[in-house]
Structures are given as structure tokens and as C-alpha cells.
């Protein structure tokens, strides 16, 4: 069993925001702040691979065929994220951002 942690995303939700099975992805840190984004481009989707390969900011992965978005690993405990509900999560098309939930602090 893999102890690392992982977040993993599904539904319609999901979909309606552009991330759909098999769609090439963008995983950027910055800030303390993971990005998401889709990559529509062929080219920018083949730069991406490459990069990604020199730099540990730069992720590049795709979503699964059963509809899933997976985060994990590195990009978790990067942020000392031991748990999911660790994060705050919010979304536009086309893009999920990630970011450590501030203890004791209350966001309505």
C-alpha cells in the first residue's frame, strides 16, 4: 500500500470545468499553490512533457479514463499534506487550484 497521499477529483463537476477523460494536464507550484490546468495545444502539451522532466514545479499528467483526476505524492507532501481536507480547493474552467488550509482561520 502506497502510504503517500493523494487527492483524487471525479465527477460531473469535474467534467463540466474542461477536465474530461484523458485530457492532457499542467501541475505548477508556486507560492506554496499547486495549479491545474488543461492543455489543449499538441506542441505545448510535447514542451510540457520535457520540461517537466528538468523541474520539480512543473508536472505534466492527464485524467484518467474512468473520469479521475489524481494528485499526489510530491505534490502533497511538498505542502506537509498528510490529508485531503488539508486543502482548499477552488475552481474556474479549465483550472483547479490547490493550497494548504490555514489553521484556525475561518473563510466564508
Not at 460531473?12 to 506554496?32: K, M, S, Y
Not at 512543473?58 to 498528510?82: K, M, P, Q, S, Y
Not at 486543502?87 to 488550509?101: F, H, K, N, S, Y
Amino acid at each position: 500500500m502506497d502510504p503517500s497521499p493523494k487527492l483524487t477529483i471525479t465527477g460531473a463537476q469535474l467534467a463540466a470545468l474542461g477536465f474530461t477523460t484523458d485530457t492532457p494536464i499542467r501541475l505548477v507550484l508556486r507560492d506554496n499553490k499547486i495549479s491545474v490546468t488543461t492543455v489543449i495545444d499538441e506542441a505545448e502539451w510535447k514542451v510540457l512533457c520535457e520540461a517537466s522532466q528538468q523541474r520539480q514545479d512543473l508536472g505534466a499528467d492527464w485524467v484518467r479514463e474512468n473520469g479521475e483526476l489524481i494528485i499526489g505524492g510530491d505534490w502533497l507532501t511538498g505542502f506537509d499534506i498528510t490529508e485531503a481536507e488539508q486543502l482548499e480547493i477552488t475552481a474556474d474552467p479549465g483550472v483547479i487550484r490547490l493550497q494548504r488550509r490555514e489553521d484556525g482561520a475561518f473563510r466564508a
